[in-house]
C-alpha cells in the first residue's frame, strides 16, 4: 500500500497581499502547518504581462511544491486570473497530478453574488486583474444577469508595500478609486486584490453600510474549510502540526517589519530562490 505523504499548505503572493489571507486561515483552520511565499523580489505583478506574471506563478507553486505543500492557494488575483487555469491544467497534471492549486476570483465572486441584492457588484483590483477580464468572465458563468463594474486601483500596493495605509495621502487616493464605483451604483464591492485587504476598514468609512464589501481573506478561508470538508483525501494529507514558515524571494527589513504589523507578531522569513 502507497505510504502517505503528509505536507503543510502553501499560500502564495508577490508581496505583503497573501498575509491578510493567511491570518483568516490560520483563524479559522489552527492546528495546520502552513507555508507562506511573497516574491517580493519582483513585486508588484499587477502592471506586468500576462505571460510574466503566469512564469512566476508556475516557478513559486513549484518551490512551495518542492517544499512538500500538498495544497498551495494562490492568495493573488493578479496571479490567479492571469495564471491559475494554465497551472491547474498543464503545470499541474504534468508534475505533480495528485496535488491541488487553488486561487481566490471564484470564491470572492461567489460570495459577492450570494449578498448582492442590486447584482451590480464592483470590483476593486489591478490593472492587470482588470485587463485579464477575469472577473466579468467568471461572473457570466455563475450568473448571467448580474453586472460588474471594474476600477483598476494601481497605487494601492505600492502603498501596502509602504506600510502606508493609514495616511492622509493614501486616503485620498483611495476616495479617487472609490467614487467612480459608488457613482455606477453598486451595491457589493469585492476588494479583489488581496493587498486592499489591509484597507478594508477605510473603504468601509468611505462607502458607508449600504454597500457591502466582499474582503477575500474570510471568504478564502472559509471557501478552504468548506474545500477539505468536501475532500477528505486531500485533508488527510496536511501535516496537522502548528506553525508557518515564511519565504521571501528578496530578505528585507521591511518585510519583517511590515509583515509583522500586519499579522501582529513577527515575521521572519528565510530566503527562496525561485526558477531553479
Ligand atoms: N496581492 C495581489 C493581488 O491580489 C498582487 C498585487 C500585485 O503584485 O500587483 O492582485
Do not use: W
Amino acid at each position: 500500500m502507497k505510504r502517505l505523504v503528509k505536507g503543510p499548505i502553501g499560500i502564495f503572493d508577490s508581496g505583503f497581499g497573501g498575509i491578510s489571507v493567511l491570518k483568516e486561515i490560520e483563524r479559522i483552520l489552527p492546528g495546520y502547518r502552513y507555508i507562506y511565499l511573497g516574491d517580493t523580489a519582483r513585486a508588484p505583478y499587477g502592471t506586468r504581462s500576462m505571460e510574466v506574471v503566469h512564469t512566476f506563478t508556475e516557478q513559486a507553486v513549484d518551490f512551495l511544491f518542492k517544499q512538500g505543500c500538498r495544497i498551495v492557494i494562490i492568495a493573488c488575483n493578479t496571479a490567479s486570473a492571469e495564471a491559475l487555469r494554465k497551472v491547474q491544467q498543464e503545470y499541474l497534471p504534468k508534475h505533480f497530478p495528485d496535488r491541488r492549486v487553488l486561487g481566490v476570483v471564484v470564491p470572492a465572486l461567489e460570495e459577492a453574488v450570494r449578498v448582492t441584492r442590486s447584482g451590480r457588484i464592483g470590483v476593486l483590483a489591478t490593472g492587470g486583474t482588470v485587463r485579464s477580464g477575469k472577473f466579468p468572465r467568471e461572473l457570466r458563468k455563475i450568473d448571467k444577469n448580474m453586472h460588474v463594474v471594474q476600477q483598476a486601483a494601481p497605487l494601492l500596493v505600492p502603498l501596502v508595500e509602504e506600510g502606508e495605509y493609514r495616511s492622509p495621502a493614501a486616503m485620498l487616493i483611495l476616495r479617487k478609486y472609490l467614487v467612480p464605483l459608488k457613482r455606477a451604483g453598486i451595491d457589493t464591492l469585492i476588494l479583489a486584490c488581496t493587498h486592499y485587504g489591509h484597507f478594508e476598514g477605510a473603504i468601509r468609512r468611505e462607502l458607508g453600510s449600504r454597500i457591502k464589501i466582499v474582503s477575500e481573506g474570510k471568504v478564502v478561508a472559509r471557501k478552504l474549510k468548506e474545500y477539505l470538508a468536501r475532500h477528505p483525501e486531500m485533508a488527510v494529507q496536511l501535516e496537522r502540526r502548528r506553525g508557518t514558515v515564511f519565504y521571501t524571494t528578496d530578505l528585507t527589513e521591511r518585510f519583517r517589519v511590515i509583515g509583522a504589523a500586519l499579522l501582529g507578531r513577527p515575521v521572519r522569513p528565510k530566503k527562496a530562490v525561485l526558477g531553479s
